[in-house]
């Protein structure tokens, strides 16, 4: 059972990339997934989640208005979609994976990806 992320790259200021987080060996829709970022010399933070049931989502401050996040049951992937980054957005991306019996969002996670990196730099 794993999760997989792709997407990231090197982008200007201002651009966009989306994110996507692949599941393997289970089905995303008893899931609850968050994306968490960590730039070097800093704490993994959490970015954004995507609830089980009622797909309710959460967003860090630092993000809210310009990431939005979203999930393709048939697909088994989750997207970040990430516009008008900035270079402050750059770091490793993580998904993880949380078996959820209800919705909301949880704050420990079973499965996390290797990450992909996203560097915005001029």
């Known amino acids: 059972l794993e999760v997989v992320e792709s997407g990231g790259g090197l982008v200007e200021p201002g651009g966009s990339l989306r994110l996507s987080c692949a599941a393997s060996?289970?089905?995303?829709?008893?899931?609850?997934i968050g994306w968490f970022r960590q730039a070097p010399g800093k704490e993994r933070e959490r970015v954004s989640c995507?609830?089980?049931?009622?797909?309710?989502?959460y967003y860090a401050n630092s993000v809210k208005g310009r990431f939005t996040i979203s999930r393709d049951n048939a697909a088994n992937t989750v997207y970040l979609q990430m516009n008008s980054l900035k270079p402050e957005d750059t770091a490793i991306y993580y998904c993880?994976?949380?078996?959820?019996?209800?919705?909301?969002?949880?704050?420990?996670?079973?499965?996390w990806g290797q990450g992909t990196q996203v560097t915005v730099s001029s």
């Open positions: 993880a994976a949380r078996l959820m019996l209800t919705g909301g969002c949880p704050t420990d996670y079973d499965y």
């Open positions: 060996g289970f089905t995303l829709d008893y899931y609850a």
């Open positions: 995507i609830a089980r049931i009622d797909d309710r989502t």
